[in-house]
């Protein structure tokens, strides 16, 4: 009996010994991977690409340059036949959903009960930042031509929505890529990947890798205003009229929160490296605020919802109340502005 169980410990340590073993050689393969830049599978067990937040919100398509779609490149609002036409690219906060309202559509709402034939296409889908919003442009809003392009931007531009370094990819193009170039196994997948790539370079063999361009160095708030000015100048060579408005977020600027409001704002783990997220998005803001103030055609509605309360569903989601302070604040500026028709 005791032999037997002097066997079954042998043998239990030496399992641990093994897991031990290739776990800690999986630490030692990811840090590598990290270091050289190369693209990093999931720790010990694989998985599918990372489309989790794609699908929860209903855009399982890919898209080759943006990497994930909605249904349709634009929702549109108002009649066909209107001579004037405005676009709106934008994260979750400008999308369109079948379940509720967002603020585009509560716009061009408002421009049908004053008697206005203005089309208002919605080309917002959730997960885009401004880094999107560049390239949408000018693969999609270039052979739409509306007369008017509005851009509503800024929660996005910090936090998990592009790759670090390598703001103009998206982590669910780099998440599909790695996974199509990349060997594919189940578990410790970092230590397999790393093996492959040293074979490779001991046998002088040629396979296929992942490039994303020059490294971005400037900040974050930076390269944002960087993306509408080039957006701007754009849709300026086409003959469009761009506005870009910094969007307002809970936990910024002088909107007063409700207890609730707070609650879910201190529950949101951003990274683990930041999980304050209220502290992250308010040096994203108090860099971008002065920033889009130097550019005639950027309005900061940071402070839109300022001596109000109860107008967000979640941290950054305003409710149906809040979209339509949006929706009716963007319209008297176009009016003040004298664009619309």
């Known amino acids: 009996m005791k032999q037997s169980h002097k066997m079954g410990f042998s043998i239990l340590f030496f399992v641990l010994f093994i897991m031990a073993f290739f776990v800690i050689i999986e630490t030692v393969s990811l840090g590598v991977l990290k270091a050289k830049n190369i693209p ?9 690409p990372a489309f989790g937040f794609a699908e929860v919100v209903t855009y399982p398509h890919l898209d080759p340059l943006l990497g994930h779609a909605a249904n349709t490149p634009f929702t549109e609002y108002g009649s066909q036949d209107s001579k004037q036409s405005i676009a709106i690219l934008g994260g979750s906060t400008v999308a369109h959903f079948s379940d509720k309202s967002n603020w585009p559509e509560l716009f061009s709402k408002n421009l049908a009960r004053e008697g206005r034939q203005v089309r208002v296409l919605n080309g917002g889908v959730g997960g885009y930042s401004s880094n999107q919003e560049v390239l949408k442009t000018v693969r999609d809003i270039a052979p739409l031509k509306p007369t008017i392009l509005i851009t509503f931007d800024g929660i996005n531009d910090f936090g998990n929505h592009s790759v670090e370094k390598y703001v103009m990819t998206h982590p669910y193009q780099l998440a599909l890529y790695s996974t199509l170039l990349s060997p594919t196994a189940l578990f410790f997948p970092n230590t397999v990947h790393l093996a492959h790539k040293i074979t490779d370079v001991l046998f002088k063999k040629h396979t296929l890798d992942l490039r994303m361009g020059v490294e971005h160095i400037d900040s974050l708030p930076q390269n944002w205003v960087r993306n509408q000015r080039m957006i701007h100048a754009v849709a300026t060579e086409l003959g469009i009229h761009h506005l870009s408005y910094l969007q307002p977020t809970n936990g910024v600027g002088k909107y007063t929160p409700t207890k609730e409001e707070l609650d879910t704002l201190r ?3 951003f990274k683990e490296d930041a999980p304050d997220y209220t502290k992250a998005a308010n040096a994203f803001y108090d860099e971008a605020r002065p920033l889009c103030n130097s550019l005639s055609y950027c ?10 309360t109860a107008l967000y569903a979640d941290p950054r989601h305003p409710n149906q109340e809040g979209y339509q302070i949006i929706a009716d604040t963007i319209l008297k500026d176009l009016k003040k502005k004298k664009l619309i028709n």
């Open 267 to 269: 529950s949101i783990v």
């Open 40 to 48: 990093r599978k999931a720790f010990l067990i694989n998985r599918l």
């Open 299 to 308: 309005t900061d509605l940071t402070d839109v919802f300022d001596g109000k």
